[in-house]
């Protein structure tokens, strides 16, 4: 008997509970102050929640739901009032079409993965390099966020993230480059599904992770003669130091001569080489890096170099540069690094890259006295010339030099002026000594021959023959 009745007082005491937490669970009419049910507010427990009409941003159809109130910073409401205010807001918006979007948000981890997906399958919206850096940095992203939803990610968390990085010794270019990934979730979030209204981003941002490009040393073209020199040497044992010396200097001479970034270049085929009209198109698929082709016209260098190199062109192959192991396929190589690495340190040269190719390129054609905007179109940038300006204008000491011997403080610069201004003020002395009436003379025939030019042939007009004078 005592233990049927500990039975039955169980039982009893879990359909109390059950019967608690279902009118826990129940939505109830909220009352104003006149005890009158307020339209489109209900409560459940401690919670208050909005009751709207709203569009599916998916279907396009209206529905009814029914949503938490949360003050400014994310918190729940308190109190009625609080909760006519939050719910009056939400109807102004709703009104004004700013609404945000209701019901949960993705969390970030989930959301990252979905974006990345989608870029994936994007036809050329993003080349595959740019894809897997970015894959990279979000995971870095979705570790420090965790399951953050969306609509939960707050400034402070951005500048927190930061600062690990900072921390860490990263340069701020690269902390830059972060935010910049981070901000291409969140735009399409905001901009595209609506999950959020606002970029989380701390204000200033710009700012602070501002930083100053180093000055990059020019490469000269003794040392191109020298690392070419050391790629087609042979070591202390008597062995290449470099398996493709040839191959090699072909092709860090091309990028000098016509400053090609290193994947172009690769990807040059001797369809892209016209010996005719001399010039030479790079991208012609549209693989550069803003997927546009360009023509770099034939200079004296660029031109006997790509001869010399069609005379070791490969028979079997359609590329520049055939990779060694392309077997029955006809591919092109995929790298040189390491036989940069490898004639760098046989030449004993500084750290150089295959950029510094494009660098000596440029800045010998600034030297050289090309316009900016001709430079920027061989080389594919399309600001008209204000990078160069900015970044690839660095000039060797020579020739700065050079152009500080042409300025002059002789004689006869001071001559050539002085006799300047005597003609100049010569040709105003001599007309304003016309005396008055023959300015007046000169004013009214060249307005009769005006008048007589220009009036159509009417009564007792005179046609027949010029006006006097």
């Given at each position: 008997?005592?233990?049927?009745?500990?039975?039955?007082?169980?039982?009893?005491?879990?359909?109390?509970?059950?019967?608690?937490?279902?009118?826990?669970?129940?939505?109830?009419?909220?009352?104003?102050?006149?005890?009158?049910?307020?339209?489109?507010?209900?409560?459940?427990?401690?919670?208050?929640?909005?009751?709207?009409?709203?569009?599916?941003?998916?279907?396009?159809?209206?529905?009814?739901?029914?949503?938490?109130?949360?003050?400014g910073e994310g918190n729940p409401v308190e109190t009625v009032a609080q909760a006519i205010a939050e719910l009056n807001?939400?109807?102004?918006?709703?009104?004004?079409?700013?609404?945000?979007?209701?019901?949960?948000?993705?969390?970030?981890?989930?959301?990252?993965?979905?974006?990345?997906?989608?870029?994936?399958?994007?036809?050329?919206?993003?080349?595959?390099?740019?894809?897997?850096?970015?894959?990279?940095?979000?995971?870095?992203?979705?570790?420090?966020?965790?399951?953050?939803?969306?609509?939960?990610?707050?400034?402070?968390?951005?500048?927190?993230?930061?600062?690990?990085?900072?921390?860490?010794?990263?340069?701020?270019?690269?902390?830059?480059?972060?935010?910049?990934?981070?901000?291409?979730?969140?735009?399409?979030?905001?901009?595209?599904?609506?999950?959020?209204?606002?970029?989380?981003?701390?204000?200033?941002?710009?700012?602070?992770?501002?930083?100053?490009?180093?000055?990059?040393?020019?490469?000269?073209?003794?040392?191109?003669?020298?690392?070419?020199?050391?790629?087609?040497?042979?070591?202390?044992?008597?062995?290449?130091?470099?398996?493709?010396?040839?191959?090699?200097?072909?092709?860090?001479?091309?990028?000098?001569?016509?400053?090609?970034?290193?994947?172009?270049?690769?990807?040059?085929?001797?369809?892209?080489?016209?010996?005719?009209?001399?010039?030479?198109?790079?991208?012609?698929?549209?693989?550069?890096?803003?997927?546009?082709?360009?023509?770099?016209?034939?200079?004296?260098?660029?031109?006997?170099?790509?001869?010399?190199?069609?005379?070791?062109?490969?028979?079997?192959?359609?590329?520049?540069?055939?990779?060694?192991?392309?077997?029955?396929?006809?591919?092109?190589?995929?790298?040189?690094?390491?036989?940069?690495?490898?004639?760098?340190?046989?030449?004993?040269?500084?750290?150089?890259?295959?950029?510094?190719?494009?660098?000596?390129?440029?800045?010998?054609?600034?030297?050289?006295?090309?316009?900016?905007?001709?430079?920027?179109?061989?080389?594919?940038?399309?600001?008209?010339?204000?990078?160069?300006?900015?970044?690839?204008?660095?000039?060797?000491?020579?020739?700065?030099?050079?152009?500080?011997?042409?300025?002059?403080?002789?004689?006869?610069?001071?001559?050539?002026?002085?006799?300047?201004?005597?003609?100049?003020?010569?040709?105003?002395?001599?007309?304003?000594?016309?005396?008055?009436?023959?300015?007046?003379?000169?004013?009214?025939?060249?307005?009769?021959?005006?008048?007589?030019?220009?009036?159509?042939?009417?009564?007792?007009?005179?046609?027949?023959?010029?006006?006097?004078?």
């Amino acid at each position: 008997m005592q233990r049927n009745a500990s039975q039955r007082s169980s039982e009893s005491s879990t359909n109390i509970s059950a019967q608690a937490h279902s009118h826990a669970l129940t939505f109830t009419k909220v009352l104003d102050g006149r005890k009158q049910p307020v339209r489109g507010l209900w409560q459940r427990g401690a919670r208050f929640y909005a009751q709207l009409s709203v569009e599916d941003f998916s279907t396009g159809e209206k529905r009814v739901r029914r949503v938490p109130l949360v003050n400014g910073e994310g918190n729940p409401v308190e109190t009625v009032a609080q909760a006519i205010a939050e719910l009056n807001r939400l109807r102004t918006q709703r009104s004004d079409d700013t609404l945000p979007k209701l019901g949960r948000t993705p969390n970030f981890a989930d959301y990252a993965d979905a974006y990345l997906a989608g870029i994936k399958t994007g036809q050329g919206t993003k080349k595959p390099g740019t894809i897997a850096k970015e894959k990279s940095t979000l995971a870095l992203w979705k570790k420090h966020l965790g399951g953050i939803r969306l609509d939960k990610i707050r400034p402070a968390h951005v500048a927190g993230f930061m600062k690990k990085r900072l921390a860490a010794d990263m340069s701020k270019r690269t902390v830059k480059l972060d935010i910049i990934a981070l901000r291409n979730v969140l735009k399409q979030a905001r901009d595209v599904e609506e999950h959020i209204t606002e970029l989380p981003v701390p204000p200033g941002i710009n700012r602070e992770l501002k930083s100053t490009a180093p000055t990059r040393e020019l490469f000269t073209p003794e040392e191109l003669e020298t690392l070419c020199r050391a790629a087609m040497d042979k070591s202390t044992d008597g062995t290449p130091v470099t398996k493709n010396g040839q191959q090699f200097t072909d092709y860090v001479r091309l990028m000098a001569y016509c400053g090609a970034r290193r994947n172009e270049t690769l990807a040059l085929r001797w369809a892209n080489v016209d010996f005719k009209r001399e010039h030479l198109t790079i991208g012609a698929d549209g693989d550069t890096k803003n997927s546009t082709s360009r023509t770099v016209d034939f200079n004296p260098a660029l031109k006997n170099h790509l001869l010399a190199m069609q005379k070791r062109r490969a028979p079997d192959s359609q590329w520049l540069f055939p990779s060694p192991q392309r077997g029955d396929k006809d591919i092109h190589a995929k790298s040189f690094r390491e036989s940069l690495e490898l004639a760098r340190a046989h030449a004993k040269l500084r750290h150089v890259g295959f950029h510094d190719m494009r660098h000596l390129f440029i800045s010998f054609c600034v030297m050289s006295g090309i316009d900016y905007m001709t430079i920027a179109k061989w080389v594919g940038h399309r600001d008209g010339g204000i990078l160069i300006g900015k970044v690839y204008g660095h000039l060797a000491d020579t020739h700065t030099k050079a152009a500080a011997q042409r300025v002059n403080f002789g004689p006869a610069i001071l001559d050539e002026a002085i006799s300047h201004q005597d003609n100049e003020r010569s040709r105003r002395d001599t007309v304003a000594g016309l005396d008055a009436f023959t300015v007046g003379r000169i004013s009214r025939d060249v307005g009769r021959a005006k008048v007589w030019k220009t009036r159509p042939p009417g009564r007792g007009a005179k046609t027949s023959r010029c006006p006097r004078g």
